[in-house]
């Protein structure tokens, strides 16, 4: 660790050893054997020491084992013996051709041997990068992803820890990362673009080409440069890491633009609602307040309170419309939680039943199941559920029908319905009633002018309960309203006192 | 009989005026919290109608100080869900609300019976009702239908009691508890609706269409005579 030269230079020295001592025991060996028996060829045994080298230690250890091979060969078993000189001719070609063929041999060998680890080395990096791809391209979650991408780049480079990194005006944040941590934040370039400071051990690879993304964070062991080879597959995995990133932002956009495109939609019925239903009722009460100016025609009394009537009545109008609308946005926003308490049924309904005339109360009919005694609701919520219900059954139906207002005991839940004789649903799927703004075909500029929010606003009430709205078509001509509240929390607010 | 009307909007303002003018009441006017005070203090009007919401001390900050040193009727105006506002300023000692936008007659129905209750002054025992064809005596402690005996709980006749006292004028929850119950009650909304429930189930004609006890939603009960 203290002195990274030696290491790096071992491996060489360490295959100069290994020949030598190769060399050396195979001669002892030899010599032993030669003082009782003669062997032939020996020069081919130096040839195997030769080529083992070659395939444990490489071709320069290789080239120092045939030359120790030649020279041991000659100063030992070549006449005369202790000497480097040779006195028969012929030992001097033999001589020469081992020492060529032990180079040779040597050289192919040591380089089969590297075209296999070359080629195990891809092989482990294909695989690598192949299950990143899939992880990539299967795993649409961003942190799930990008942790294969981290493990795999560890395991290719020999990697302590690793980290995706991405920059923006506040400066780098660690996306994802895996392994040794302790004070990565404090090594990580303030920006993209800055150099990482040397001495860190880190190695920064940018994801993407384009615009600085981010970049994929190696801590690499000290004295353990990245290998040539290894930077290739990890480049390939940043690019991966990138795409991951790049897909993600991509997704975030999509969802955003999504829930901008569902706003834009009501804000542009909420326009045309304005423009349509608010102008109507405020025509009627510019139009009649100018008839009210003293004028050269005086109007009779009766003329007179016929008019205020009717400014009355469109300011009321006016003044729901503006609740539900209200009542609306405060639902969408989530932030109309009900205060859920015991009521008496009889006082929701008298609530609900409280905003009608002498003459539209007289064609509802109230039916409650005696002994259902107190429901668990919000009170002003569920009873302004029951308005809207009871206002759109009077309003399409006929004057001489009756609107039937029921409630009563269901499984685990309170039910109400409102029934009536009138229009019936339109045609299609019953539930279009309850999204915002919808109005039933033909209605929209037909002599009963509805708001198109009084079901919506509805809906989002009797949810913020937990309770279910559903409309069916009622045998024998008509519509059923059928609101289900669940009972299930009398335990919760009896145990809350 | 002199109204002031606080209210920082000029044309509410105005309306009220030539609306309460026409029935032969004199109208002080003030924009704010503190104009209010200053208005009050220089005019001693007899009815106070109040809108909670202002800049520059708001309505239950006014209602407040009034309370210190009078008991001048004070009817308050709110906006419809601001029913924490509405109930702290009732809670405080003003005697009504109404919601806005509101009409003339109610504005008028209201402040008559406010006005009502300040003339009758220290009544203990509310005048003999008469809700359709049920009969109350109070002093005899006699309920009566159709001539016939009706028998009310000591709760039930003592709700009665307090809202007959306090006739077309709204009791809140807490207001009615602490005086059937006691102080110590006042917490429990829950008790009391039960006990309303009944009442009505023996008084009302149509107990779920309440046309004398009228439920005045997350705020309390208002018995209404009909009288109007």
């Not at chain 1, 040839?47 to 230690?57: E, G, M």
């Not at chain 1, 795999?152 to 040794?180: F, I």
């Not at chain 1, 937990?466 to 024998?476: C, E, K, M, N």
């Amino acid at each position: 660790m203290s002195s990274p030269p030696t290491r790096t230079a071992s491996p060489r020295l360490r295959g100069l050893a290994a020949a030598g001592a190769s060399v050396a025991l195979l001669t002892v060996v030899l010599a032993a054997v030669e003082s009782a028996h003669h062997v032939a060829n020996l020069s081919m045994l130096y040839l195997l020491v030769v080529i083992a080298i070659a395939v444990r230690h490489g071709r320069g250890a290789a080239v120092a084992a045939a030359v120790l091979a030649f020279l041991a060969c000659d100063w030992f078993f070549v006449a005369p013996r202790f000497r480097f000189t040779v006195s028969d001719p012929a030992e001097w070609v033999a001589l020469l051709v081992f020492l060529v063929t032990a180079t040779v041999v040597g050289q192919l060998t040591a380089l089969l041997r590297a075209r296999a680890d070359e080629a195990r080395q891809r092989e482990r990096e294909a695989a690598a990068l192949a299950e990143a791809s899939w992880s990539v391209a299967s795993q649409f979650e961003r942190d799930a992803a990008l942790a294969v991408v981290l493990q795999r780049a560890c395991e290719l480079s020999g990697a302590v820890g690793a980290a995706v990194v991405a920059w923006d005006a506040a400066g780098p944040t660690v996306v994802a990362h895996t392994g040794a941590q302790a004070g990565l934040a404090d090594w990580l370039p303030r920006r993209p673009d800055e150099a990482v400071p040397a001495g860190a051990g880190l190695l920064v690879v940018a994801l993407g080409a384009e615009e600085h993304v981010g970049a994929l964070v190696l801590r690499m062991p000290a004295g353990r440069p990245l290998e040539a080879a290894a930077r290739r597959a990890v480049d390939s995995l940043a690019h991966h890491a990138g795409v991951v990133l790049q897909r993600d932002r991509l997704m975030q956009v999509e969802a955003r633009t999504r829930a901008l495109h569902e706003a834009d939609r009501l804000k542009t019925a909420l326009l045309s609602m304005v423009s349509h239903d608010f102008r109507s009722p405020l025509a009627s009460i510019k139009a009649s307040a100018g008839s009210l100016l003293p004028g050269s025609q005086p109007l009779d009394p009766a003329t007179q309170t016929e008019l205020v009537q009717g400014i009355t009545a469109s300011v009321d109008r006016l003044n729901r419309m503006v609740e539900n609308v209200l009542a609306l946005s405060r639902l969408e926003a989530g932030a109309w939680r009900p205060q859920i308490e015991p009521t008496p049924v009889d006082e929701v309904v008298g609530l609900a039943l409280e905003p009608f005339g002498p003459a539209d109360n007289s064609r509802v009919r109230v039916d409650l199941e005696p002994g259902l005694g107190e429901v668990w609701v919000d009170t002003v919520q569920v009873a302004e559920v029951l308005t809207n219900l009871v206002a759109n059954a009077l309003r399409y139906s006929s004057p001489r029908t009756s609107v039937e207002l029921r409630a009563r005991r269901g499984h685990g839940c309170d039910v109400f319905e409102v029934a009536d004789r009138g229009l019936g649903l339109p045609p299609g799927p019953v539930d279009q009633v309850f999204a915002p703004f919808w109005r039933g075909p033909g209605l929209g500029e037909s002599a009963r002018p509805g708001v198109g929010l009084g079901l919506a606003v509805c809906r989002g009430l009797v949810e913020a309960h937990g309770g279910t709205i559903s409309a069916r078509r009622r045998q024998g001509g008509g519509t059923v309203m059928r609101v289900e509240l669940p009972r299930s929390r009398r335990d919760e607010g009896l145990g809350g006192g | 009989m002199k109204v002031l009307v606080v209210d920082d909007e000029p044309p509410i303002r105005r309306a009220v005026r030539v609306g309460l003018e026409r029935h032969g009441y004199q109208v002080v006017e003030a924009f704010d919290g503190e104009n209010a005070l200053d208005v009050f203090a220089e005019h001693s009007p007899q009815v106070v109608i109040l809108d909670l919401a202002m800049p520059r001390r708001d309505g239950l900050s006014v209602c407040r100080e009034l309370r210190a040193w009078s008991q001048v009727p004070i009817l308050v105006l709110s906006v419809r869900d601001d029913d924490r506002n509405k109930i702290a300023a009732l809670d405080l000692g003003a005697d009504d609300y109404l919601t806005k936008p509101f009409s003339l007659d109610e504005l008028l129905a209201r402040m008559r019976a406010v006005l009502r209750r300040a003339e009758a002054g220290q009544a203990t025992e509310p005048e003999p009702l008469a809700l359709g064809d049920v009969t109350i005596d109070f002093a005899r402690r006699s309920v009566t239908r159709a001539g016939a005996p009706l028998h009310l709980t000591p709760l039930e006749f003592e709700i009665l009691r307090c809202l007959a006292l306090n006739a077309e004028r709204v009791l809140t929850h807490r207001q009615l508890l602490s005086r059937v119950w006691g102080d110590e009650y006042a917490e429990d909304a829950h008790t009391l609706r039960v006990h309303v429930s009944n009442l009505r189930a023996k008084i009302e004609p149509e107990p779920a269409r309440p046309r004398y006890l009228r439920t005045e939603p997350r705020v309390g009960y208002r018995l209404r005579l009909e009288r109007e």
